[in-house]
């Protein structure tokens, strides 16, 4: 049975940092990309960041460019995301998802989900 699990959210002021993790079971997690998704209250599930399988590659939003970065430690099976700067419309529930990721943005491109964590940025 495949499962992710994700740690590290939390409430933070603006301007500063939080790193989320996602740890994957069940799975040989090199093979597939990993992503990180948010849903804000109200509001549909978004792309955040998208990592290739061997690390070569990494996609981004424009709207967090420049202040999270995506990682993966195949060997330990886990996903990082280091978010720096954060602002008060980064406040959303995060996910992990990991899959064969043809359209790396695309939620349907992902085969198993994060039960998310809860990430709140205070002005």
């Known amino acids: 049975q495949v499962q992710l699990v994700e740690s590290g959210g939390g409430l933070v002021q603006a301007g500063g940092s939080l790193r989320l993790s996602c740890v994957a079971f069940g799975r040989i997690f090199s093979r597939y990309t990993m992503g990180w998704f948010r849903q804000a209250p109200g509001k549909e599930r978004e792309f955040v960041a998208a990592?290739?399988?061997?690390?070569?590659?990494?996609y981004y939003a424009d709207s967090v460019k420049g202040r999270f970065t995506i990682s993966r430690d195949n060997v330990k099976n886990m996903g990082y995301l280091q978010m720096n700067r954060l602002k008060p419309e980064d406040t959303a529930v995060y996910y992990c998802?990991?899959?064969?990721?043809?359209?790396?943005?695309?939620?349907?491109?992902?085969?198993?989900w994060g039960q998310g964590t809860q990430v709140t940025v205070s002005s």
């Open positions: 990592i290739s399988a061997g690390a070569f590659d990494t």
């Open positions: 998802a990991s899959g064969p990721g043809a359209n790396v943005v695309a939620a349907l491109a992902y085969d198993y």
